[in-house]
């Protein structure tokens, strides 16, 4: 009893080890691991598993090798059997992380991102923002609420500044329409009664029975004007801002008649200097304010001549330069851009009107123009208006265009998404590896891992799978060299690890399959396992094949037991037969077995041995069986000695 004992003891106890000593292995022949459990992967030799690294996984029993964690995934454990988890917003993480980043100030990201990008690329409207994706501070054009997302203003209300919290009502005689953004509300035209709701153009026109000078309009523009005027981009305009003309006057001249003198301006001289042309003589009655004789001393011309070379009386548009130190007046000069001579004094044109250097008079600016300060009616440029009288152009909201010399509010054109306000003023498409979500005054780059090759474009493709781009404003991908893979959407490859491959433009790696290895990361094939070993899936070493098997050819996934009545060791491409007086009766066979005294085997690569027939005998490993001598006997088959 107590033998059996040890011995039921001592299988338990050879149980034990099996189970122990090999951990996670799905099968165990004694030798090798068949697949191991989830969280593990087949060691290089084959014979155990080994726990997966931090930032990768497996999830399933199986051959293969831990999975790598994606890009916006981690894993900080060791062994893990279930997939990565996401990051958390505001942060990031590459392939094969263990943790992930916090994004830079300024940046934030969405959960499971692998890059961190502007506010405005993330959220509409946010100026800034936590790394965890909550607004902080609006746009101008947007007001903040209470959950940390930024509200266009609603029509009859604008933001004017970053980080509003709330926005403001239009003052009277202004408006905001219900698409756009706005940082300022829209003046109504120069001559309109508003009345009512300021949510659109028509607000501004609600009160007018009559709009003078319009004698007709539509939509808030003038389509005809009364007498006197001009129509101008649906602005009636007076006829006198709408030219600066000097021309010559008839006088009486001293042969009687009306004459007229030609007048033709003098180089370098402003333009209100000229010189007559007509040689006729000169009366008393010359217009010399007109036509002037002398344009090689054009600056002291205006003057009406006094003593000693003093200037008089200068004419209209001049007053004098006076000499400090001799306190005399030896020229006129022409009254500065934007003034005009009055009472032998430079005086300030009013609001709204400019003047060329020695003009006689200020001119009105229309709508369109602005007074500039060279001292002209200047047209309005790229994406402003102005209305009549104005000294400076109003702004068109941010994604708004308008031509140059707009004279209205409503010139100003909405760049929908996909354009951007250009410098010309109109809406141009955003070019190839840009995007834009309107209002904006600028597309913006394709991430890395993203691209668009047209134009117009609202939002970024994900890069294919198989194929990346590592630089902002892509417009289109390169595929992955071979022994590299990306999933579709990513800014690098991703080399395939030891125990798999990757062709060129792969989504994936690919396991080694059985009978074939690779040892090295980058690998874009696999190595056939050679003769005498073999491999299971996704190895990265061959194995030996174990003494009774045999492989005879490259590439083998399994190894062949020796037939019976042959072996072989460890490693072998055959086997090798039993040699006479031996046998092997069992396939796998490892060692031959010597026949038995009594027993003989005459041929190689036995499988059994033969008993001597009766009257004959043999000792051990024996070839052949021998009578017995003289005076001795064998009265049975299989006798080892003669009595």
Known sequence: MSILRKLLGLVFFVA???????????TYNGVLCSGCVAGYSPSSSGTSCVQCSPGSFASAASNAICALCAPGHYSDTVGSSVACLSCAAGTNSSAGATSCQACPVGLLSVAASQFCSPPSELLVG??????????????????????????????????????????????????????GIFSSCLPCPAGATPSGSQTSLSYCFAGNSSWTPCTSFNNGQCTACITGYMLMNGVCNPCSILANCIECSFYNGPFGGNLQYSCSSCAGAPSNVLQQDDLVQLGSNNPSACCLQDCASWNRIPCAFGSNGECGTCLSGYVPSFNIAAFKSYQCVACQANTHALNSVCQPCASGQAALPGSLTCTSCGAGTYVSSAGTCAPCPANTYSGNLANSCTSCPV????????????????????????????????????????????????????????????????????????????????????????????????????????LA??????????????????SSSCNQCAPGSWSYTSATSCLTCVAGTYSSQFGVSVCTNCAPGYITGGGG??????????????????NCQFCAAGTYSAALAAT????????????????????????????????????
Not at 423 to 434: E, L, Q, R
């Open 399 to 502: 994604g708004y265009a308008a031509p140059v010399g707009s004279s209205i509010s409503s010139a100003c054109a909405f760049c929908v998404s996909g354009t951007y306000a250009s410098s010309t003023g109109v809406c141009v498409p955003c070019p190839a590896g840009y995007y834009g979500l309107a209002p904006v005054i600028a597309c913006t780059a394709c991430s890395p891992g993203k691209f668009t090759n047209t134009i117009g474009t609202v939002v970024c493709s994900e890069c294919p799978a198989g194929t990346f781009t590592t630089a902002y404003g892509s417009t289109g991908c390169t595929s992955c060299l071979a022994g590299s893979y990306s999933a579709g959407g990513w800014a690098q490859c991703v080399v395939a690890a030891p125990g798999t491959y990757a």
């Open 16 to 26: 034990i080890v099996n189970a122990t000593t090999i951990p996670r292995c799905a």
């Open 608 to 643: 059994s041995c033969a008993s001597c027939p009766i009257g004959t005998f043999s000792n051990q490993l024996a070839t052949q069986c021998y009578n017995c001598p003289a005076g001795k006997y064998a009265n049975s088959t299989g006798s080892a000695s003669c009595t």
């Open 505 to 522: 433009g792969a989504s994936t790696q690919t396991l080694c399959s059985a009978g074939t290895y690779t040892n090295v990361y980058n």
């Open 126 to 179: 946010c100026a800034e923002a936590t790394n965890a994706g909550v607004c902080t501070s609006c746009e101008a054009g947007y007001a903040l609420g209470s959950a940390g997302i930024c509200s266009a203003c609603n029509a009859g209300k604008y933001s004017p500044v970053t980080g509003a919290t709330a926005c403001l009502s239009c003052p009277y005689g202004t408006y905001t329409t219900p698409t």
């Open 573 to 590: 491409t055959s086997c090798t037969a039993c040699f006479v007086g031996s046998f092997m009766s069992q396939s796998g066979g490892i």
